[in-house]
């Protein structure tokens, strides 16, 4: 049986398959090496349906399968199993490229004036603000911090829990 957290499986689904899916993995969870036709059954959802939502995780190597003759029928059958390893893969990845995303984001809401006069002279940005021991240049008066400080403190809270759950995966 994988072992996938369902933090790891609705992450994974959420960016690269569609939220639609997790009923399905829920099943290729509790029945390892299930076939399209057992799933259908166990999901009450047509079979055409199944196959669609098996193909987008197939895209993404999230699935692998046994081929088994039908000797009576006398054609193929296929039994899926999750690929707990992609899952951890990818989930690393989706995180890592949200960690980049939100550093840029960080920077860049520092960067823009973060610290503005009282009597609106001017709005400097972090660095600079620290240069002036949060005085107004022009009139001496102390800094206000705008309101991106808190987005960059929510920002940098997301941040530290993304960190947190990377360094988990390792
Ligand atoms: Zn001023």
New binding site residues.
């Given amino acids: 049986m994988p072992r996938i957290s369902s933090e790891v499986i609705k992450k994974v689904a959420s960016a690269r398959v569609g939220f639609d899916v997790l009923p399905l993995i829920e099943a290729l969870k509790s029945h390892n090496e299930v076939s399209e036709f057992e799933l259908a059954k166990l999901l009450h959802e047509d079979i055409n349906s199944v196959r669609n939502k098996l193909y987008r995780l197939q895209q993404q190597n999230l699935l692998q399968f046994k081929k088994k003759k039908d000797e009576k029928k006398g054609w193929y059958v296929y039994f899926w199993s999750l690929r707990a390893e992609r899952f951890k893969y990818l989930y690393k990845e989706i995180l890592e490229s949200e960690l980049t995303r939100l550093d840029k984001r960080i920077k860049k809401e520092q960067e823009s004036g973060s610290y503005e006069?009282?009597?609106?002279?001017?709005a400097l940005g972090l660095e600079e603000a620290l240069g002036t021991n949060y005085q107004?240049?022009?009139?001496?008066?102390t800094l206000n911090s705008c309101d991106n400080s808190k987005l960059v403190a929510k920002m940098k809270k997301r941040k530290s829990s993304v960190t947190q759950s990377i360094r988990k995966c390792s």
């Fill in positions: 006069c009282p009597n609106q002279c001017v107004c240049p022009d009139c001496g008066a």
